[in-house]
């Protein structure tokens, strides 16, 4: 049934700022602390405290405005947003309402074959609030107020994303891009990057639909469930002639599904208006482009070096640049040595990534281990050892289990590419092979890589594969 | 007659006097609290230490600008480990952990903190009768009805009271729309709101950020010059504090200015006021006069907008700055069925009513639907208001007004919230504008009691402004 609808969605970015100290307190801006570790007078709300602008969350903003292409304006007003909540000690979160600090951006996503365009109305520069946990005792609510204070860039798009592969795409894009510039350290499972969905159904064609807005999804599997659910109710809803609600929904990861948190008939009034403990931000074109150079090479500035440049595979490429730190430790790579990008790209991305993987391990662990993979490369691409024997040894030396060169040695692994040697050896094998011999001058090829298998069993898989190949052509062709 | 800061300290570098005798005199009287203007007086085993160190420094002839000087300090200013608490009940059992800006600087400068005054609960009121603690008695009496108990103004009503009852040498309290100047008039004492961005707000219990000013009550304009040595000091932890150098009030107090000054009379201020209060005005003119000081006329186009925008502005910023009073973290909680009930029940009854009134106007001007005809049009008229004083102080060095429209009442005579307000209709205009001004005593009324003229600077001219304020009290002799 849904055939004959489509969605409409437009999403709203929370990001954490990759700041050491918070929005307005020098309250570490850390996850992971114990309990109420991270709060000082300011963050909870105490009589008397005034609120100080961190400038870094305003660098953060201006370097997102420029990887977003976005407007960055010189003048920004902070506004309390004004609501009751034991997790919220200053009774109200300083945000910008009225004059954010970004204004029309927009970012390119792969949409297939071609690339679309996806509008971004605003972002500005907000406070987190602290943690309210309800789970722990039947009697009692916990609050965790190192949360309150940490700097966020909500990030608002406009309804521009169709489709839930879509929304996903997006996001991912921008969690990327927000990595590469280390502006947010993406780390959605720690509540990093959040969303909010804003969804609603039209015919193709049609006038916009009322929206639902599913809040604070926080893992690209939980958006992608939320979407269809909802896409589905409210298709369901319309279909059987209701209408859709303008509700505030929560989505339960247990079973899957959005439900109405309240109705807008019971939404807060905000009472929005400009923090008069802090002054307007006013910043200079100097200060903006003191920042643009700190920007740092964009992740599709990348990919287009790494293909045109390095010539290295789309697809290989596109798989590096998924994730800043995989860049770091292929860039520390093709800096250490003459191997070529290419043979490293595949290799990172193929038996490098399925170790780190089985192993459990971050990317960035291989940072301390770029070295002796070169090494390794280069007995390969030198053909010391052939690529088999190099796959073999790989994890051996990702373990530290000694040098690349070393466990060849150890191993007696040294690929053969004595031409005597070898003579010797293809010479044996062509001993009662007068058919074969015969099938290959009648022109069948096959017969060849036959040959080649023949001859690396009798090195035991040592032999140089390339070479053999050329000294049985010379020989067959005679 | 009460000795000036200068004269107490000469005499404990005299020795006349020691410390401690200094303290014991005035904490006698505090503790006595005779007019309700204390809400808590500093124990002597507390401020011991502090009284020896101070000794000690007289001994070793290396004293600081404000050493062994006993304070009273507005139950307004976070005091470490001394209980503040607004006048409200919802703070009543609030003990600070960190001390104000404010009051950290008079520390440093070694004066001793005799106790927290009395204020109009969260320093709204012009009465002091809005405190949970009970209203604060004017030291003075009307003499044609001496049995009466008169308010002492507010909101600092009881740093006022304290100074004129002589429990403390000077006090420290805050402005908004006047409760400096204001209380300080009915107590026929010096009351000086410094320009907005002086003196930090940091620590300071918010009523309205924007507007919220602290300042010195004291016997004299001297004094006054004393204290804002001490207080007035760019703070980076307000971020509206000013970063501009500061002058030197005391030196030069008494030096004539060196060209001549004119003063501007606003016209429109002294519509429908009371013979009393003119003749204050006519009788500051006729004694500066002699002094190569010029008066002159001017007229306000926007002063009857003042009272309403400045009761737009401060209450909403109030209803935000007050929302942090939920019974969560600290200060008094009472029972609920559920989160809304603890949060209502901890506010209904933690908050008197003109602190719920005031929330609730504050709320209503930023509702959605109301904010662009109050607030909005509230933000637009404060700054033709500032636009108005930059135009007269072009023409004129300072302006000349009463500070209050009438002598002290009664307790319990106003109670109707109007006219309470109307009280500060000649202060509110000069905290809007962010200009500082400072209320002197000037005269007695018909009745006996104290009235006040107001002097308003340009910003940041209070070393100006306090000369002048120096020279009419001389001439004016008050106190004599």
């Known amino acids: ?478 | 007659m009460k000795q000036s800061i200068s004269q107490i300290k000469n005499s404990l570098k005299k020795k006349s006097i020691s410390v401690e005798e200094l303290h014991d005199e005035f904490f006698k009287k505090a503790k006595l609290n005779s007019n309700n203007a204390y809400n808590l007086i500093t124990d002597k085993a507390q401020n011991k230490s502090l009284i020896d160190e101070s000794q000690k420094r007289y001994d070793n002839s290396n004293s600081l600008p404000l050493d062994g000087i006993p304070l009273g300090i507005k139950d307004l200013f976070c005091t470490k480990g001394v209980r503040t608490t607004a006048s409200s009940k919802i703070l009543s059992n609030f003990i600070p952990n960190y001390e104000s800006f404010v009051t950290q600087q008079l520390l440093n400068d070694g004066s001793i903190f005799i106790g927290k005054n009395n204020c109009d609960e969260f320093a709204m009121g012009s009465s002091n009768e809005t405190s949970h603690f009970g209203p604060v008695i004017n030291p003075w009496k009307n003499k044609n009805e001496p049995n009466n108990n008169l308010v002492p103004g507010g909101s600092s009503g009881g740093s006022a009271a304290a100074v004129a009852e002589g429990s403390c040498v000077a006090s420290m309290g805050t402005d908004t729309g006047g409760s400096i100047r204001q209380p300080a008039s009915l107590c026929g004492i010096v009351g000086l709101k410094p320009t907005f961005g002086s003196c930090s707000r940091w620590g300071i219990v918010a009523f309205a950020s924007s507007l919220d000013q602290a300042g010195p009550l004291t016997n004299c304009v001297e004094d006054a010059a004393h204290i804002l040595n001490s207080i007035n000091k760019y703070d980076f932890n307000d971020s509206t504090s000013s970063n501009h150098k500061r002058d030197d009030y005391v030196k030069d107090l008494n030096k004539k200015f060196e060209k001549k000054i004119k003063i501007g009379i606003p016209s429109d201020y002294l519509k429908d006021v009371s013979q009393d209060i003119l003749n204050q005005i006519e009788n500051a003119k006729k004694v500066l006069s002699q002094h190569d000081i010029e008066f002159i006329d001017v007229e306000f186009t926007t002063t009857e907008y003042a009272l309403s925008t400045y009761y737009i502005l401060a209450p909403a910023e109030a209803s935000s700055n007050l929302a942090r009073y939920d019974g969560i973290r600290y200060g008094v909680r009472e029972k609920g069925e559920n989160l809304d009930d603890i949060y209502l029940n901890s506010r209904t009854k933690g908050f008197g009513d003109e602190v719920t009134r005031r929330i609730l106007i504050g709320a209503y001007v930023l509702s959605a639907g109301y904010y662009d005809a109050y607030y909005r049009q509230a933000q637009k008229v404060r700054r033709l208001i500032k636009n108005d004083f930059e135009r007269i102080l072009k023409d004129v060095d300072f302006i000349l007004t009463p500070t209050t429209p009438n002598e002290a009442f009664k307790i319990g005579d106003k109670l109707d919230p109007i006219s309470m307000y109307k009280n500060d209709i000649y202060t509110v205009p000069t905290s809007l504008a962010g200009l500082p001004g400072v209320s002197i005593p000037s005269g007695l009324s018909s009745n006996g009691l104290p009235l006040g003229i107001q002097f308003i600077g340009n910003y940041f001219q209070e070393k100006k402004l306090l000369q002048l304020a120096a020279l009419a009290e001389k001439e004016l002799a008050f106190n004599e």
């Open chain 1, 1 to 478: 049934m849904s055939n004959n609808w489509e969605m409409v969605i437009g999403l709203e970015v929370h990001a954490q700022l990759k700041t050491s100290s918070k929005l307005f307190s020098s309250s570490p801006n850390q996850f992971g602390s114990e309990p109420n570790e991270n709060v000082n007078f300011i963050d909870s709300g105490m009589p008397g405290m005034l609120p100080v602008l961190n400038f870094a969350c305003i660098e953060k903003a201006i370097k997102t405005g420029f990887a977003l292409n976005f407007t960055i304006n010189k003048y920004s007003v902070f506004e309390r947003k004004n609501y009751f909540y034991p997790d919220l000690p200053q009774g109200y979160q300083i945000s910008q309402f009225e004059f954010p600090i970004l204004t029309e951006g927009f970012i390119n996503i792969d949409n297939g074959q071609d690339q679309k365009k996806i509008r971004i109305e605003r972002a500005h520069l907000e406070q987190d609030a602290g943690k309210s946990i309800h789970d722990i005792d039947p009697k009692y609510s916990f609050i965790d107020l190192n949360r309150v204070g940490t700097p966020l860039l909500e990030i608002v798009s406009y309804p521009d994303l169709t489709s839930a592969d879509e929304v996903v795409n997006y996001m991912s894009s921008l969690r990327q891009i927000l990595m590469y510039i280390d502006v947010c350290d993406g780390n959605m499972q720690e509540g990093s990057l959040r969303a909010d969905v804003n969804l609603s159904i039209r015919k193709p064609g049609g006038d916009l639909g009322t929206r639902c807005e599913i809040k604070n999804l926080n893992s690209f599997k939980f958006i992608r469930q939320a979407i269809e659910f909802e896409f589905q109710r409210q298709i369901g809803v319309l279909e059987s002639g209701g209408q859709i609600e303008q509700n505030t929904m929560l989505f339960d990861t247990n079973t899957g599904e959005t439900r109405a948190m309240r109705s807008k008939e019971f939404s807060h009034d905000y009472r929005y208006f400009p923090d008069p403990d802090l002054l307007p931000v006013n910043i200079t074109q100097e200060q903006i482009d003191n920042i643009q150079p700190t920007l740092g090479e964009l992740p599709n500035q990348k990919l287009d070096r790494y293909i045109s440049e390095l010539k290295i595979e789309k697809d290989i490429s596109k798989i590096i640049i998924s994730e800043k730190e995989n860049t770091e430790v292929f860039e520390q790579m093709v800096n250490d040595t003459e191997v070529p990008p290419k043979l490293i790209a595949s290799w990172l991305v193929g038996d490098i990534f399925a170790f780190v993987k089985e192993n459990n391990l971050d990317v960035s662990s291989l940072m301390k281990k770029t070295k002796v993979i070169v090494e390794l490369l280069k007995l390969v691409s030198d053909d010391v050892i052939s690529n088999k024997v190099g796959k073999e040894i790989l994890p051996k030396v990702l373990k530290g289990e000694g040098s690349p060169s070393e466990i060849v040695k150890k191993m007696g692994l040294e690929q053969v590419s004595d031409s005597s040697e070898l003579e010797k050896i293809i010479n044996e094998s062509l001993q009662d092979e007068e058919d074969n011999i015969a099938k290959f001058q009648g022109g069948s090829d096959r017969v060849l890589g036959y040959f080649v298998g023949k001859c690396l069993k009798a090195t035991k898989g040592k032999g140089n594969p390339k070479l053999i190949n050329k000294l049985l052509l010379e020989k067959l062709q005679k």
